[in-house]
Structures are given as C-alpha cells and as structure tokens.
C-alpha cells in the first residue's frame, strides 16, 4: 500500500513542502477577500494554523486545496468576528467616535490601488465582480473555475454534498454574468473591457 | 471556460462567462504572492514556531472578565454595554483579529531627515511582551525606542524591509526616519494569545 504524505511539523521543512501551493492559495485569498490587504492577513492566518495543525493533514486530499479550505473557514470566521463587531458595536463605536475620535472599528480595506497594482486590470475586473457574488457563490466560482478543482476536490474543500456543488456553480456561474452585465450596463467596466465584450 | 472535469454528470448547462472574465481568471492565474507577503507570512509561522516551543504558550490567561459581584452595583446602562462588548466578543473567540488604519502626513525640513512617532496598539494584548512584525520600505528607517531587530536586521526584498521585534507592553513609540518625500505605507502586525493586530499606516511625506 502506499505511504501516504504527511506534512512535517518542523517549521523550515514545512515550508518547503507547502512551498508550491502557496501560489494558489494567495489567489485564493485574494479572489474571496477581494483585496491584497486582507487577502495578506488571510493568507498568513491560514499558514499559520495550518503549521500549528500540519498533523491533521492526513495525505487523502490535495494540499493546495486543504489549504483552500482552511483558509475559507479562516476567512468565514473573519467575516462572523467583523459582522458582529460591526452589527453590535457600530452604534456604541459611532456615538464614543463623536467624543474621542474613530475607534478601531474604521478601519475600512476595499479593493484599492495595492490590489489593483498586484492584479492588473483584467484581473481586477473579476475580484470585483467575484465580490459582489455571496460568499457561498464565490467559493465555488474560486475553485472550480480559477483553480480548475473537480467537483468532487471541491466539495471535500467547502465540505458539501458534490451535487450542491454542482447546482451551486451553475448558479454561480448565471449570477456572475448577472454582476458582469450589470457592471457594463452602468458603464462601471474598464474602457478596455467594454470594448473587447462589443468586438465579440 | 469549460466545466470541471471530475465528477461532471450534471446536466443543467453553465452559463459562459464573457470572454472579459475568461481573460481575468487566466490573468489571475499567474498572480503569485508578492515577496513581503512571502517574508511576512514567514516572520509569522517563525513567531508562532517560537510561541508553541514556549512551555506555557497556551496557559496564558484569558483577557480578564468583569467579577459577577460587579454586576450587581453597576449601573444599568453599564450592564448593557458590558453585555454588548462580551456578545461582540464571543466566549468562544478567544483570539481576536483587530485592523487598525491610520493616515499620517509629514514635511521634511528643508534638508535632512525628519522623524515621526507612530503608537503601536499593544493595549489589545495582555501578555508582558508582544512579538512584532514589521513590513516598511526600505528607504525609511525605522527603530523601536532602542530595541534592535530580534533577528539582528532586517530581511529586506524587493525595496521592502520585515523587521521583527519584541517589545514590553509599554515600550516607547515606534519611530520612523524619512529622508525623501513620498508615499509609504507600512504594515505592523504583532501577535499574542488575545489579539492579532494589524495596524496598516499610510505616510504621504512632503517638503
């Protein structure tokens, strides 16, 4: 029978073997936060807690994509943290912000010129539009279509049923196009963007 | 852009994507992470490395919670934003991720260097000392109240420099030389058992 690969848990040999992966889990970073700023903290939180966690990583899946996964449930719980900061504390922040300035709350990290300068136009377009799909939408359209996953990879990754992959992406996949028309049809595309769409 | 390849019985049909999006999902394809990214994420696994080595690395105190004797004297208005900031919390989110933005500007004199004091936010951890990692371009100099590097320099990369430090909770301001004018922007992250701060700083220096 053969060995399956573990990961090691001394730090530089860690590294080493996650080394190729970590391409495609920046991307992935990048492509669910929708900014190189946040998609930094994310990838270094899920780095990190997979290299506290490297035992768990039994060898049956793919790395890159058990790196995905951590980092979305990373990035999940970033989002619960935030929501309920936001949704309880907002209203305390704003009226102690009126007395002794902005709090730790305004801190704001849309896509700007950092991610913009990383990516390059053609791939901005689409972190835009990928960031206004639900997260449940994105991740999908992430790792079937930017990371080429199987659907079966896929759902071991978000931990669904592969046939809730499957009807998600195509929903995915009519939402996007939804985002994308809906960006041309207020004119927010890049001049190079809409004039490559007219020409096809 | 085709379906995958595994696993693909579904019969309902995937809408193409226009081509625009096509060309960005192969443009981001090839993006990899930046080299600061690769030396931050690396400062990071190293200070966590060191933080389970530490015997008593995970014995570290929860952040201390209000005596339930206090509740019975405060008033209510209190009581309520107790309860606000311990639901915010969660009892079950022990390590908090905090992100802290600020924009600050200086004018260099008309020759020289001139310095800026800049206040690193470690009132969110309660351990006595914090690691932190330190993510600045190379043009600026940058000391910590007399504390050298931990690491015996910087690592710098691609005109940017990661420089890791360890510093007591009430260490001096963070102090930043500037010979040119410009627009920096700085990352600093320092860790403990409470909180992951980041606090990104955005420094447009004129003369």
Same mark, same amino acid.
């Given at each position: 029978?053969?060995?399956?690969?573990?990961?090691?848990?001394?730090?530089?040999?860690?590294?080493?073997?996650?080394?190729?992966?970590?391409?495609?889990?920046?991307?992935?970073?990048?492509?669910?936060?929708?900014?190189?700023?946040? @998609?930094?903290?994310?990838?270094?939180?899920?780095?990190?807690? @997979?290299?506290?966690?490297?035992?768990?990583?039994?060898?049956?899946?793919?790395?890159?994509?058990?790196?995905?996964?951590?980092?979305r449930n990373e990035?999940?719980?970033?989002?619960?943290?935030?929501?309920?900061?936001?949704?309880?504390?907002?209203?305390?922040?704003?009226?102690?912000?009126?007395?002794?300035?902005?709090?730790?709350?305004?801190?704001?990290?849309?896509?700007?010129?950092?991610?913009?300068?990383?990516?390059?136009?053609?791939?901005?377009?689409?972190?835009?539009?990928?960031?206004?799909?639900?997260?449940?939408?994105?991740?999908?359209?992430?790792?079937?279509?930017?990371?080429?996953?199987?659907?079966?990879?896929?759902?071991?990754?978000?931990?669904?049923?592969?046939?809730?992959?499957?009807?998600?992406?195509?929903?995915?996949?009519?939402?996007?196009?939804?985002?994308?028309?809906?960006?041309?049809?207020?004119?927010?595309?890049?001049?190079?963007?809409?004039?490559?769409?007219?020409?096809? | 852009?085709?379906?995958?390849?595994?696993?693909?019985?579904?019969?309902?049909?995937?809408?193409?994507?226009?081509?625009?999006?096509?060309?960005?999902?192969?443009?981001?394809?090839?993006?990899?992470?930046?080299?600061?990214?690769?030396?931050?994420?690396?400062? *990071?696994?190293?200070?966590?490395?060191?933080?389970? *080595?530490?015997?008593?690395?995970?014995?570290?105190?929860?952040?201390?919670?209000?005596?339930?004797?206090?509740?019975?004297?405060?008033?209510?208005?209190?009581?309520?934003?107790?309860?606000?900031?311990?639901?915010?919390?969660?009892?079950?989110?022990?390590?908090?991720?905090?992100?802290?933005?600020?924009?600050?500007?200086?004018?260099?004199?008309?020759?020289?260097?001139?310095?800026?004091?800049?206040?690193?936010?470690?009132?969110?951890?309660?351990?006595?000392?914090?690691?932190?990692?330190?993510? *600045?371009?190379?043009?600026?100099?940058?000391?910590?109240?007399?504390?050298?590097?931990?690491?015996?320099?910087?690592?710098?990369?691609?005109?940017?420099?990661?420089?890791?430090?360890?510093?007591?909770?009430?260490?001096?301001?963070?102090?930043?030389?500037?010979d040119e004018p410009?627009?920096?922007?700085?990352?600093?992250?320092?860790?403990?058992?409470?909180?992951?701060?980041?606090?990104?700083f955005t420094l447009?220096?004129?003369?």
């Open positions: 029978m053969p060995e399956l690969f573990t990961l090691p848990r001394e730090r530089n040999a860690f590294e080493a073997a996650v080394r190729p992966c970590l391409p495609r889990l920046y991307r992935f970073c990048v492509a669910m936060t929708g900014s190189a700023d946040r @998609a930094d903290d994310l990838f270094q939180n899920a780095m990190v807690k @997979a290299f506290l966690h490297s035992a768990d990583f039994g060898g049956k899946s793919d790395l890159a994509g058990w790196l995905c996964g951590i980092a990035h999940l719980e970033a989002r619960r943290t935030e929501g309920r900061r936001n949704g309880l504390l907002d209203r305390v922040s704003a009226a102690w912000a009126n007395v002794f300035g902005a709090g730790p709350g305004a801190a704001s990290a849309g896509p700007g010129p950092e991610t913009s300068a990383i990516l390059g136009e053609e791939s901005d377009l689409l972190v835009r539009c990928l960031a206004r799909l639900p997260e449940e939408f994105r991740a999908v359209v992430v790792l079937c279509d930017l990371e080429d996953l199987g659907y079966g990879a896929a759902a071991e990754v978000l931990g669904i049923p592969v046939g809730t992959v499957k009807s998600r992406h195509a929903r995915a996949r009519a939402k996007l196009r939804a985002v994308y028309d809906a960006l041309a049809a207020t004119n927010t595309l890049p001049v190079v963007a809409q004039s490559k769409e007219e020409a096809t | 852009m085709s379906r995958p390849s595994e696993d693909t019985r579904d019969d309902s049909p995937l809408e193409p994507l226009p081509e625009t999006l096509d060309v960005g999902i192969r443009a981001l394809r090839r993006v990899n992470p930046p080299t600061a990214t690769l030396g931050r994420m690396e400062a *990071a696994l190293a200070a966590a490395d060191e933080n389970r *080595a530490r015997p008593d690395a995970r014995n570290v105190p929860t952040r201390r919670r209000p005596f339930p004797a206090l509740l019975a004297v405060v008033p209510t208005l209190t009581l309520a934003a107790l309860a606000v900031l311990l639901v915010a919390r969660g009892s079950d989110d022990p390590i908090e991720e905090i992100r802290l933005t600020e924009d600050l500007a200086l004018t260099l004199p008309a020759e020289g260097r001139a310095f800026l004091d800049v206040a690193l936010r470690t009132e969110h951890h309660d351990d006595a000392t914090t690691k932190v990692t330190l993510d *600045a371009p190379e043009r600026l100099q940058v000391t910590m109240a007399g504390i050298s590097d931990a690491t015996g320099g910087p690592n710098c990369a691609d005109a940017r420099c990661v420089h890791r430090f360890e510093v007591d909770r009430d260490e001096g301001p963070l102090r930043i030389g500037v410009g627009h920096y922007v700085i990352h600093v992250r320092h860790e403990s058992s409470e909180a992951n701060v980041h606090q990104r447009r220096v004129t003369r």
